[in-house]
């Protein structure tokens, strides 16, 4: 990770606010992110990684700090800073490192961890949604518009399982970032199993959240 972003000679040292301009290589324009505090850049800073590029498609076209508006724009591509992050970088590479996941955190306000829990719910529905779809496909293929036709799965790339301590802890503090008691999160993360423990860590929290509000 780049260590100079907590230096002074980091560009982002000591912002209050920033806009970032984004391009996406399978959509036309840009996408424009406002971070609203100094956590909020940290964050996107820390995902950037000292390059431009954060995925094979998304890439950062500029950055402009401590200033009110990104210039003359369009508005339209404006997407709310809780949106791009959760669906354009993603649950799992704003967990997947401590100061990132703690960054991210720290950048919500009580109204915003409220707005995160419920969009990991809705992402949540969505998914059971499309894969019962996707199972229906593949029990009745008369479904399909196609007609008949074989579907295969992808090969699963071997995974290394993490240490089940490790996961616990970094379960435990993302919930209790997303502001569930303790006991109760404690509670949860004690009650899952050992198969449990080989789920990845985006869905455990996504499973979390479900419990924890009581949606199972």
């Known amino acids: 990770m780049d260590s100079s972003l907590n230096t002074e000679n980091h560009p982002s040292f000591g912002c209050r606010q920033a806009w970032f301009v984004f391009t996406k290589t399978d959509r036309p324009g840009v996408i424009i992110v406002n971070a609203p505090n100094s956590w909020a850049i940290f964050a996107i800073e820390r995902i950037m990684d000292g390059s431009s590029q954060i995925s094979e ?38 967990l997947s490192e401590p100061a990132t996941a703690h960054a991210w955190v ?6 915003d961890k409220v ?12 998914k059971k949604k499309r894969e019962s779809e996707e199972y229906d496909l593949r029990n009745n293929p008369f479904l399909s518009t196609e007609g008949p036709k074989m579907v295969f799965s992808p090969k699963k790339e071997l995974e290394v399982k993490p240490d089940p301590e490790f996961l616990s802890e970094k379960l435990e503090g993302a919930l ?8 109760s999160v404690s509670k949860f993360v004690k009650s899952l199993n050992k198969d449990s423990m080989s789920i990845p860590l985006p869905d455990l929290v996504r499973r979390g959240v479900q419990v924890l509000n009581g949606n199972v």
């Open 57 to 94: 498609n998304l890439a950062c076209l500029s950055v402009f700090r401590d200033c009110q508006s990104a210039g003359v724009m369009d508005y339209k591509a404006q997407m709310p800073y809780i949106d791009f992050m959760l669906d354009m970088i993603g649950s799992s590479k704003l």
């Open 176 to 183: 209790c970032g997303l502001g569930f008691k303790r006991q």
């Open 106 to 111: 720290q950048s919500l306000s009580s109204d």
């Open 115 to 126: 707005l995160v829990r419920k969009k990991i719910s809705l992402l949540i529905e969505e």
